[in-house]
């Protein structure tokens, strides 16, 4: 987009009336064009989902991965991916402190060169320990136990979006307590010192525990959800909660309001492993799932626990594709689903800043979020818009330095938007960088009619979409504020 600069109004006036004209021309041409084509709904699971701030996923094996079909479907359909089991501890730690990521790193490459984010599952759970884990007890198991988190996390450390950190450790029954397992015999705080060493180790993954039979509000999931709070308000280290969702023919009928008061601590809640009998019922419970994580904010996405039913642990044919690939009618109904859904009603933006929340700021002009390109963690790192997908490197929190300006710090990477080089130029790099206290990392927010301009308090200039761009990938500056819809940003709560 041309602009004039204000050294050049007294000789440009004819230019900005031609411009002036022309622009009016193409947005007569462009609402005819949207007349004649309006919008179509999304035709897949993953860009439905994607339009309403969430992911749909799937979980794959790296051995079915050269099965045409298979990743085919993979592929097209879903945009989070989960490794059945090649990230366990089994896999990627076979002997003590003898680390294999192969078969991990097949499944966590493929996603992301394909533009997908990925699932961590799981750092620890009581099955699939190796051997020599399992021989072990007390606080040579904790230790080995931590260590494992820790480099483990640390290896993937950027290429995760959430990890599974602890998996089923809570019983069945009505007790609501805690799994008797090896890991439990460690002491009770051994999840506590799990989430912390994950945490360490990966500052931008969501931290989630994950487990089943928590559909519904049961004593299990009660045990869970009291352990949760516990964790807020000691402030360790946890973010989501993962409800795996291995259902049969019926739902419970407080499967949303389940998610709803998990939401209500202060954490996401994602379902993690969705599969459901076949049957007479199964379109209307996927159909329900959907509809009940639509249906709360914090509900970030659903992954189905396979893709064709033929590549499913269970023999009930419980997934959305029977298994030559086809779709089924359960698909039919998570797609329409998500089509008719509205996002869930956390999706308008922000008329005052909270600095303990996370945002997504939303450009005016293109509908995409501020984004950290390439997931990086290292200073320097561009800065530009993309797709809204709700991942850790779009979200952003503000943390005030006094005088009505804010730091704006990346979740993922935990540095803060910066004016690169100290710079008072229009187009202005903006990248990020490590907190320094600089001016140049300091931006006042004015809210007006839900969206915000944020001016840097080094140079004075907005926050922008270079060239008013669309696409994804173009980069953010800062530029003499003239309230283009460039300019504005809608702040979306989303943790």
Request: glycine content about 10%.
């Amino acid at each position: 987009m041309m602009r004039t600069t204000p050294a050049q109004l007294h000789q440009n006036g004819w230019r900005r009336q031609a411009a002036a004209l022309v622009a009016v021309t193409g947005l007569v041409l462009t609402m005819l064009v949207a007349l004649a084509n309006p919008a179509q709904a999304a035709s897949t699971l993953g860009a439905s989902a994607a339009e309403k701030g969430r992911y749909f996923g799937t979980a794959i094996a790296a051995g079915r991965m050269s099965d045409s079909t298979y990743i085919g479907i993979a592929n097209r359909e879903f945009n989070m991916i989960t490794a059945e089991n090649e990230m366990k501890w089994d896999a990627t730690e076979p002997s003590q402190n003898s680390f294999s990521y192969s078969r991990g790193d097949q499944i966590v490459n493929w996603a992301r060169n394909n533009g997908k984010q990925v699932r961590g599952h799981a750092l620890l759970w009581h099955a699939q320990m190796p051997g020599w884990a399992q021989n072990l007890s007390g606080s040579a198991l904790r230790n080995a136990a931590i260590n494992h988190v820790t480099k483990v996390a640390t290896y993937y450390r950027g290429k995760v979006h959430s990890w599974d950190v602890v998996n089923e450790a809570f019983a069945d029954g009505g007790s609501g307590g805690r799994r008797d397992s090896s890991l439990q015999r460690t002491g009770n705080d051994w999840i506590e010192a799990a989430f912390r060493a994950a945490r360490a180790a990966d500052p931008g993954a969501k931290l989630c525990y994950n487990d089943y039979n928590t559909d519904g509000i049961n004593a299990k999931s009660t045990g869970i959800y009291n352990m949760v709070r516990d964790f807020k308000a000691r402030g360790v280290p946890i973010d989501c909660v993962g409800l795996q969702s291995h259902l049969g023919t019926s739902i419970a009928s407080d499967y949303q309001a389940n998610i709803q008061r998990f939401a209500d601590l202060g954490v996401d809640v994602q379902i993690t492993e969705l599969d459901v009998q076949q049957g007479s019922n199964q379109a209307n419970i996927y159909q329900t799932v959907t509809r009940a994580c639509l249906a709360v904010a914090r509900c970030t996405g659903i992954t189905v626990w396979g893709v064709r039913d033929t590549d499913s642990w269970r023999s009930d044919n419980p997934l959305l594709f029977d298994g030559s690939g086809n779709k089924k009618a359960a698909y039919t109904s998570v797609l329409n689903a998500l089509n008719a859904g509205s996002g869930g009603g956390g999706d308008g933006g922000s008329t005052s800043i909270d600095t303990g929340a996370w945002y997504v700021l939303v450009n005016r002009n293109s509908g995409k979020a501020l984004d950290v390109y390439n997931l990086a963690t290292n200073d320097g790192a561009r800065i530009t818009q993309w797709s809204r997908n709700n991942g850790n490197q779009q979200q952003w929190q503000f943390t005030s330095s006094g005088d009505g300006y804010y730091e704006i710090r990346s979740r993922l990477s935990g540095k803060n938007l910066d004016v690169s080089g100290r710079s008072t130029a229009d187009g202005g790099a903006i990248v990020q960088w490590t907190d320094n206290n600089g001016a140049n990392q300091q931006w006042r927010a004015t809210i007006t009619n839900g969206y915000a301009t944020l001016i840097s308090r080094h140079s004075g200039k907005a926050l922008e979409v270079q060239g008013a761009s669309t696409a994804d990938g173009a980069n953010i500056v800062q530029y003499t504020s003239w309230n283009g819809a460039n300019q504005q940003w809608q702040l979306v709560r989303v943790g």
